[in-house]
T-cell receptor, first 114, second 113 residues
Framework: NAGVMQNPRHLVRRRGQEARLRCSPV?????VYWYRQLPEEGLKFMVY????????ESGMPKERFSAEFPKEGPSILRIQQVVRGDSAAYFC????????????FGQGTRLTVV | KNQVEQSPQSLIILEGKNCTLQ??????????LRWYKQDTGRGPVSLTI?????NTKSNGRYTATLDADTKQSSLHITASQLSDSASYIC????????????FGAGTTVTVRA
């Protein structure tokens, strides 16, 4: 995990609150990917971003979820009005190019909705 | 639908023994297949990556094989150590959307002394 930093590591939110998950990619990487992992399931693609652009958000629910990767600062995955079903581990990966061949993963943010 | 199936779901082995994990996939068109190790509470870490033309690739005590004709891969762990206890995930990418990886659910390996 050469340098992908995610915070917080653990996040507890009550139903209806907002959750903000942050991801700082490896220095020099301009491609960021977000994945969600439910218990006993594989990681599922959510969204692919480059600096200031959303390239593919086909894996992200259209309601309540949004993502950004601004010119400066970390990538943010935002979940509004969280529900219990949003409880999962959210992983961010970064790579130097779109092929994701040299992707490095962060340690994840474990979101618990109570 | 692109799918990646792994077996067994979990296994327990004694320290020093070998084990083999299996991965079958239906992802098409195929670009590459990767094996990741995920320790509990951590993010996946890449072990090997193989393209269509590669049959085997090693990384220390980990050896991965790929049969692109039958769409099967295996990961062999030799002389297991306690630190090998983790989930091992098979991941396949397509040439269509090479960034949109398909993940297996993983095999949980527990190495006991």
């Amino acid at each position: 995990n050469a340098g992908v930093m995610q915070n917080p590591r653990h996040l507890v939110r009550r139903r209806g609150q907002e959750a903000r998950l942050r991801c700082s990619p490896v220095k020099g990487h301009s491609h960021v990917y977000w994945y969600r992992q439910l218990p006993e399931e594989g990681l599922k693609f959510m969204v692919y971003l480059q600096k200031e652009n959303i390239i593919d958000e086909s894996g992200m629910p259209k309601e309540r979820f949004s993502a950004e990767f601004p010119k400066e600062g970390p990538s943010i995955l935002r979940i509004q009005q969280v529900v219990r079903g949003d409880s999962a581990a959210y992983f961010c990966a970064s790579s130097p190019d779109r092929t994701n061949t040299e992707a490095f993963f962060g340690q994840g943010t474990r979101l618990t909705v109570v | 639908k692109n799918q990646v199936e792994q077996s067994p779901q979990s296994l327990i082995i004694l320290e020093g023994k070998n084990c083999t994990l299996q991965c079958n996939y239906t992802v098409s068109p195929f670009s590459n297949l990767r094996w990741y190790k995920q320790d509990t509470g951590r993010g996946p870490v890449s072990l090997t990556i193989m393209t269509f033309s590669e049959n085997t690739k090693s990384n220390g005590r980990y050896t991965a094989t790929l049969d692109a004709d039958t769409k099967q891969s295996s990961l062999h762990i030799t002389a297991s150590q306690l630190s090998d206890s983790a989930s091992y995930i098979c991941v396949v990418s397509t040439t269509n959307n090479d960034y949109k990886l398909s993940f297996g659910a993983g095999t949980t390996v527990t190495v006991r002394a």
